[in-house]
């Protein structure tokens, strides 16, 4: 069985599966298909889980392997969905020099969840991200397009509890 | 094909035009190290052993994917060379698990060898961070040890080029990419078919056999248990390279020596269970064709090979044959009709098998393989787990003397021994097959036109007026190009013969390894081959059917071919397996 699926339950719809499959079909026979597959798979389903990543294989006859190997390489290609609410922390180096890291470590365990991955309950997505063009405010994350600078990790509480 | 002439190290060499700067310089008889580097399999260029310098490029070039152009102007070992080769090991090892004197491989690994070669004096040269992985032991036949990994995907190349599997892969990215398959699976949750080709690709010891050396030890050791061996015969073909003789040599003799002395009560032989085989194979294959039976009949012998048509073409199980493995009928009539004629009970017997083969350790275990109501095998090891078995336990192999297998299990014809090569079972088979039909003796016993180490052969004989077309395949990549086109109705053979390793059993996943320099310039399958055949030739009985010790199994126990009997203990069943689960 596949270990590392998402620990958000895939809720993937008909309409999605069929959009997938018209791509899949428009594409597959192309030379250097699977990434524009991988893209388009992503724009219909916001991420790349086992599910979708298992009907990819089955219609192209692509091994499961090779599209995990690309899936795991590109960072442009999520295995977790995002959430209600996305957290970035910005680990660029002015915030980092500032302990952007121990705020990334805090909001992993207060979360429950590894970077790039999603809470169970599809409310909250950590993600590391470089440079928010506010270094002026270091060490900074943002929760959807709200910023919070000149953090510190006593701040998280209130910060997530906002969006409880 | 044209000439071009190039300098390798000021010496004039002269190759065919398309050639690489390796591949002219071997001509030449000078030796660049490599890798990565498997001819026709993994030609990526990336571990940067095989840097040479050309007159006129920028920077060190690849020397195995580099092609040569009229004039040119290499060095292979300037120090500059020898330096960047230094320092490539060494960054190897500064994320490499170096507990060299615990490891499989050490005294054949290739990395170690380099690293002697290239003087590497200072393994911690580049010391820093490095990665710990968990051993993956999840499948039934091996271990991947990703901290001896050193990425240089032989094993992904095999397994989805040569095999078309691709249950293994690159996952993730830099200093985080390991070996693995999709979604961190363990290799034995996936449809890994268990052929071991990995394994005889690997230059170091992050892949190896699940070693059951010392449960034989111990199982001989035990005064309660009769320990019985089978050998294949692809073992005798390759097992003399781990003890320094030269490939292609017929060690027959001295294994059944050592087998003996290592302190096993029978020393069998499981020619035996492939003429055995054949009889019940012909026979089956004769009824199909007589009475409308699914055809093509494709044969049985190679595990992987099952495990492969279970996972990948569920819809053609069908045409397997029902026979069991040779490895299983024998193991099958170990503990039946041996047994009873001796008055052992099957449960104190300990029925080993020595197989150039992994998938075997899989096929032990399968269901419908247990014809006593215990296992027709319980140990299956590979050649190399044999040689160092025989290391083991003291015994100086190159001084053994030649000896012969224990009757009535020991005793077989050519047909029996030719199993190992891609070709030989189908050979076998009609031998026996056409004297059935026919009711004739044959004038000639080859059948040359499914010999040699093509990985797909063809070949119609007509015989008792009926044509019979029948095709071999070996390597899973081949295989699944010969089903598309039964499957597809291009193809009406009668009767197909599959191995799951290319070249068949000789260079099976199991035979001792064969390191990246020498296999790229040596035919291990055809040379290994060559072994079997010569030993067929020299054999007085070379039809599977007057083998007198199966003429005397068949009088004393099973009656005739296909009885119900022989269908319950040396007949199987196969199940339907999906991938991507």
Known sequence: MLHKKSNVPFSGTKEQEQALLEVIHELKDEKGALMPILQKAQDIYGYLPAEVQKIISDETGIPMEKIYGVATFYSQFSLSPKGQYRISVCLGTACYVKGSGDIYDKLMEKLGISGGECTPDGKFSLDACRCVGACGLAPVMMVNDDVYGRLTVDDIDDILAKYE | MENVTIKINGLTVSAPAGSTILEAAHLAGIKIPTLCYLKEINEIGACR???????GARNLVAACMYPITEGMEVLTNTPKLINSRKRTLQLLLSNHDKKCLSCVRSGNCELQQLCTEYGVDDTDYYAGEANHYELDTSAAHMVRDNNKCILCRRCVAVCDKVQGIGVIGANNRGFDTAIGSAFEMGLGETSCVSCGQCIAVCPTGALYEKDYTDEIIKAIA???????????????????????????TDVEGKMAAALRRIGFDKVFDTDWGADLTIIEEANELVERIQNGGVLPMITSCSPGWIKYCEHYFPDMTE?????????QMFGAM???????????????????????????KFEIGRDDQNAA????????????????????CGIEFTALPDEGFDDPMGESTGAGVIFGATGGVMEAALRTAVETLTGETLPSLDFKEVRGTQGIKEASYTIAGKEIKVAVASGLGNARTLLNRVKAGEADYHFIEIMGCPGGCVNGGGQPQVSGDVRNFTDVRGIRASVLY???AAKTIRKSHENPALKKLYAEYLGKPGSHKAHETLHTTFV????NQ
């Open chain 2, 222 to 248: 035990d005064p309660d248990k009769y320990v019985v061996v089978q050998t294949a015969p692809s073992v005798r073909a390759a097992l003399g390279e781990e003890f320094g003789y030269p490939m292609g």
């Open chain 2, 576 to 579: 339907k397996r999906t991938i």
């Open chain 2, 334 to 360: 170990l503990k039946t009709y041996f047994a009873e004629k001796e008055g052992i009970d099957p449960k104190k017997i300990v029925s080993v098998s020595v197989m150039p083969c992994t998938a075997k």
């Open chain 2, 49 to 55: 052993m095989c840097v040479v310098e050309v007159k």
């Open chain 2, 373 to 392: 109501g215990v296992p027709d095998v319980d140990i299956s090891i590979t050649t190399r787990e044999l040689a160092r078995l025989i290391r083991r």
């Open chain 2, 319 to 327: 045409h397997l044959s029902t026979c069991k493995s040779p490895q």
């Open chain 2, 534 to 536: 010569k030993n067929d």
